[in-house]
């Protein structure tokens, strides 16, 4: 096997959104690094179960045409 074709598989700390660490191994960065999460596990509704949902009230072509009826002219 060629040498020097792994990448380092170094501890690195990752933050979650609200502040939380842990430490795991990873092959990004380096010794030492960290990791900020934008979403996670303690947020994510796919982790959380939410059953929040967006309602398209009225639609959204529909608010648009009416918010430009008359911006054109024919």
């Excluded at 990791?35 to 947020?43: E, G």
Aim: charged share 25%; proline share 4%; hydrophobic share 30%.
């Amino acid at each position: 096997m060629k040498a020097d074709t792994h990448p380092n598989y170094d501890f690195i700390t990752i933050v979650m959104t609200n502040g939380t660490t842990y430490k795991t191994r990873s092959t990004i960065g380096g010794e030492g690094k960290s990791l900020s999460l934008d979403i996670d596990p303690t947020v994510h509704p796919a982790w959380t179960g939410s059953t929040n949902t967006l309602l398209d009230r009225g639609g959204r072509v529909a608010r648009f045409k009416d918010k430009f009826a008359g911006f054109i002219k024919k």
